[in-house]
């Protein structure tokens, strides 16, 4: 079974910065991805930025040159840094991991709890 848990969300005024973190564990043989997703009230849930095992990044339009998504070495942690902060980037941020289990032969998709991000104006 694998683990998806977030962190680092908060309260903070527009134009600051957050850092979020994502860490995959438990039984995990290999991950393909990893990205942020976020979802605000009465709005779909959307790709904000995304890494693959290669480390090839992808960022929706709306957060370019201003949010970075990085990984750390083992490459089951990942952090979305997140400056200039809009008030329409206020969401609950959400981590998914693709990812081979230890025990199965396909790869699936794994979500955290989900972290609330406010940003007051």
């Known amino acids: 079974q694998v683990h998806v848990v977030e962190s680092g969300g908060g309260l903070v005024q527009a134009g600051g910065s957050l850092k979020l973190s994502c860490a995959a564990s438990?039984?995990?043989?290999?991950?393909?991805?990893m990205g942020w997703f976020r979802q605000a009230p009465g709005r779909q849930r959307e790709l904000v930025a995304s890494?693959?095992?290669?480390?090839?990044?992808n960022y929706s339009d709306s957060v370019k040159g201003r949010f970075t998504i990085s990984r750390d070495s083992a490459k089951i942690t990942v952090y979305l840094q997140m400056n200039t902060l809009k008030p329409e980037d206020a969401a609950v941020y959400y981590c998914?991991?693709?990812?081979?289990?230890?025990?199965?032969?396909?790869?699936?998709?794994?979500w955290g709890q989900g972290t609330q991000v406010t940003v007051s104006s």
């Open positions: 998914q991991t693709e990812a081979l289990a230890v025990g199965l032969n396909y790869i699936a998709d794994y």
């Open positions: 438990g039984s995990i043989f290999s991950i393909k991805a």
């Open positions: 890494i693959t095992s290669d480390g090839i990044t």
